[in-house]
């Protein structure tokens, strides 16, 4: 069975760092994309990151505007698992936190990027973690 487990959440400052996990299990990292999605109070679903490979070695990582330059997520192949290191979070961070996959990867997504936004691509999703920002 595929299983997707996020945890890192808490609360934390404006200014302040969290950093989330994603451990996977029931499949390899060698053909996947893994994205990050949140959703605040009274807030539609957003992408937030996605992480992609198609050979376990190169990796494409994607970011929405709203958390580049603060956000990186990362994967770590012999940990099956995918973090999103968020510093300098904001009040508008604030949210539940979702981690999902795909695989294999789907080679649209070499040419649009945009495809993994989508929450539909993804086929695995694991339950959410919360992230509070204090102002």
Known sequence: DVQLQASGGGLVQAGGSLR????????TFD???IGWFRQGPGKEREGV???GSG???????YYVDSVKGRFTIS???????????M??????????????ADFPLSRRSYYKPTYY???????????GTQVTVSS
């Open 87 to 100: 510093n300098n979070l904001k009040p508008e961070d604030t949210a539940v936190y979702y981690c999902a």
């Open 117 to 127: 936004w989508d929450p539909m691509k993804y086929d695995y999703w694991g339950q």
């Open 55 to 61: 050979d376990g070695k190169t990796r494409y990582t």
């Open 20 to 27: 989330l996990s994603c451990a996977a299990s029931g499949f």
């Open 75 to 85: 994967s770590d192949n012999a940990k099956n698992t995918v973090y999103l290191q």
């Open 31 to 33: 053909d996947y994309a």
């Open 49 to 51: 990151s996605w992480l």
